[in-house]
């Protein structure tokens, strides 16, 4: 998975651009702007901090429910 992929997986299971970000520090308009499509390339230090936080926060059996569907292409 993407850091768009871990990201737009956060928000579905109810949490807020806001509550990811105190939880990263990753900043709110960068969280935004990813889950809009519009950051090209996430540095791989958010990528992971965007993994580390899904996987503790979606782990075990909730981690089906709340993967994405993917994209069309």
């Given at each position: 998975m993407e850091a768009p992929d871990?990201?737009?997986a956060l928000l579905a299971s109810g949490m807020t651009q806001v509550a990811i970000s105190e939880q990263t520090s990753i900043p709110?308009?960068?969280l935004s702007r990813i889950?809009?499509?519009k950051?090209?390339?996430v540095p791989s230090k958010r990528?992971?901090?965007l993994q580390?936080?899904?996987e503790l926060r979606l782990?075990?059996?909730e981690r089906a429910a709340t993967l994405p569907e993917p994209k069309a292409a």
């Open positions: 871990y990201l737009r709110q308009p960068t889950a809009r499509g950051a090209k390339d990528a992971r901090k580390a936080l899904w782990g075990g059996r």
